[in-house]
T-cell receptor, first 112, second 116 residues
Framework: DAKTTQPPSMDCAEGRAANLPCNHS???????VYWYRQIHSQGPQYIIH???NNETNEMASLIITEDRKSSTLILPHATLRDTAVYYC?????????????FGQGTRLTINP | GAVVSQHPSWVICKSGTSVKIECRSL??????MFWYRQFPKQSLMLMATSNEGSKATYEQGVEKDKFLINHASLTLSTLTVTSAHPEDSSFYICSARGPDWGYGYTFGSGTRLTVV
C-alpha cells in the first residue's frame, strides 16, 4: 500500500475551516484515499473516501489533486468535538477486500 | 446502518490465561473483518484479516498461535489472546467492510486488555 505523510499536529480555531493535508506521492491508479478520525480511546470513525474526484458528505469535503499525489480533508466549520487524530490512508483491493494500513495521523486540536 | 459491536469494552486478566474478544456486525453481513492493536500514543497496527469460513491471514510478525482468530459466521469474528502476558496489554480494535462502499470500513469501539 502507498505510504502517506501527514503533519503530526495542527491547531484550528472553533468555527473556522480545518484543512488537513496528506501526501501520497506513490499512490497507484486503483488505490482509494480514505480519511478516518479517532477520538481518544475509541475506535476510528469513517469520514470520507474518494478515488479521483472531489467528494463531499455531511461531515467533510475531500479534495484530491489532479495527479492524485496529495489530498486535503476539509472540515468546514470546526467544533471542539472535532478534536481528534485524523488518519489519511490509501488502500488497494487485495483478494476482494481493501486493507487499511494506518500511518501516524495528524492530531487536530480545535481551540475555543 | 453499518454498526460494528465489540465486546467486552475492557477486560483484566491474569498472566497465562486466555481472553476472547468478540466483534459483531449488527446490521449487515461481513465476509471480511480486520483486527488491529494499538499501544498508547501510537497508531493502529493491523494484526490480521479475518475471512468468513477460512483461515485468517496474519501480518508479518504477528504470532498466529498466540492470537487465534475465528470467523465462523457472516456476523461474528473472535480474537482469542492465548497465554496472555503483560506485554499483550493493549487496545484491540476490529473493523468490517460495510454493505457497500459508501460506508467505507466500520470500526468497533475497541477492547482495552490489561494483563496483570
Amino acid at each position: 500500500d502507498a505510504k502517506t505523510t501527514q503533519p503530526p499536529s495542527m491547531d484550528c480555531a472553533e468555527g473556522r475551516a480545518a484543512n488537513l493535508p496528506c501526501n501520497h506521492s506513490t499512490i497507484s491508479g486503483n488505490e482509494y484515499v480514505y480519511w478516518y478520525r479517532q477520538i481518544h480511546s475509541q475506535g476510528p470513525q469513517y469520514i470520507i473516501h474518494g478515488l479521483k474526484n472531489n467528494e463531499t458528505n455531511e461531515m467533510a469535503s475531500l479534495i484530491i489533486t489532479e495527479d492524485r499525489k496529495s489530498s486535503t480533508l476539509i472540515l468546514p466549520h470546526a467544533t471542539l468535538r472535532d478534536t481528534a487524530v485524523y488518519y489519511c490512508i490509501v488502500a488497494t483491493i487485495i483478494q476482494g477486500a481493501q486493507k487499511l494500513v494506518f500511518g501516524q495521523g495528524t492530531r487536530l486540536t480545535i481551540n475555543p | 446502518g453499518a454498526v460494528v459491536s465489540q465486546h467486552p469494552s475492557w477486560v483484566i486478566c491474569k498472566s497465562g490465561t486466555s481472553v476472547k474478544i468478540e466483534c459483531r456486525s449488527l446490521d449487515f453481513q461481513a465476509t471480511t473483518m480486520f483486527w488491529y492493536r494499538q499501544f498508547p500514543k501510537q497508531s493502529l497496527m493491523l494484526m490480521a484479516t479475518s475471512n468468513e469460513g477460512s483461515k485468517a491471514t496474519y501480518e508479518q510478525g504477528v504470532e498466529k498461535d498466540k492470537f487465534l482468530i475465528n470467523h465462523a459466521s457472516l456476523t461474528l469474528s473472535t480474537l482469542t489472546v492465548t497465554s496472555a502476558h503483560p506485554e499483550d496489554s493493549s487496545f484491540y480494535i476490529c473493523s468490517a467492510r460495510g454493505p457497500d462502499w459508501g460506508y467505507g470500513y466500520t470500526f468497533g469501539s475497541g477492547t482495552r486488555l490489561t494483563v496483570v
